[in-house]
């Protein structure tokens, strides 16, 4: 007998299943059998101490924010927020306390303390290390989507509180500038290229 349309849509709806979990699977396969784009993102980020004026794409920074919500927290209590300062007016009140490097979109993390999870044995408070892994969440995509990237942590807080009253509710963590960096002067600093050897940094037990 002949198939109806509807059942042979089902098959359909089995097979692009399918399709997609061998999407999923080569993915799995080509990470665990040595994929290195993970590493080459790591190598390639770098702190841009100048952009130009070329805009960031919303794409882009759509991606870079939905890597931070996705960060995980302590007891999966979420206690930071984003700001993202890309309007002419926030932007200078930004650059009124600190120059961050004229970026032309600068991400303002922030984390409440009352909102976070807190260690019993030694009282001690997870939102900072929540803000710290959401930070290292944009700034890692950022990187992924060409983005050059700076964190910042040399800032007064209480000075972005006064020009950006709206973080107010929240403790100021860190700022994360974010654009294309400037010809010439955007490149790594030395610093760049020092780090200690793994010999210095493990102690294998
Ligand atoms: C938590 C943190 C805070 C930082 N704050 C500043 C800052 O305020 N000003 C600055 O020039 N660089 C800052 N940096 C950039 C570091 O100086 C930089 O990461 C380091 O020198 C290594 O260089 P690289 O990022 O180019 O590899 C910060 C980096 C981190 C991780």
């Not at 920074?61 to 930071?80: D, H």
């Not at 032309?104 to 976070?116: D, F, M, S, T, Y």
């Not at 403790?171 to 010439?184: D, M, N, Q």
């Amino acid at each position: 007998m002949k198939k109806s349309f509807l059942s042979r849509m089902g098959n359909l709806g089995k097979i692009m299943n399918r399709a997609a979990f061998s999407d999923v699977q080569q993915k799995i396969t080509k990470y665990h059998y040595g994929s290195d784009a993970f590493m080459r993102i790591l190598e390639s980020r770098y702190s841009c101490h100048a952009f130009s004026n070329y805009p960031v794409p919303e794409t882009k920074l759509n991606m870079v924010l939905e890597a931070g919500r996705l960060a995980p927290s302590a007891s999966n209590l979420q206690p930071t927020r984003i700001w993202v300062v890309k309007s002419e007016d926030a932007l200078a009140r930004l650059r009124t306390v600190h120059p961050c490097y004229n970026a032309p979109v600068v991400l303002i993390v922030g984390c409440r303390n009352e909102e976070a999870w807190i260690r019993e044995s030694d009282g001690v408070n997870a939102a900072k290390t929540d803000a710290a892994i959401m930070l290292t969440h944009l700034m890692l995509t950022a990187t992924d989507a060409g983005l050059a990237n700076m964190w910042i942590w040399d800032f007064n807080p209480s000075k972005i509180r006064e020009v950006l009253p709206e973080t107010r509710e929240h403790g100021v963590y860190a700022l994360l500038a974010l654009g294309y960096p400037e010809t010439g002067a955007g490149k790594p600093t030395e610093l760049h290229s020092v780090r200690k050897s793994l010999d210095e940094l493990v102690k294998t037990l």
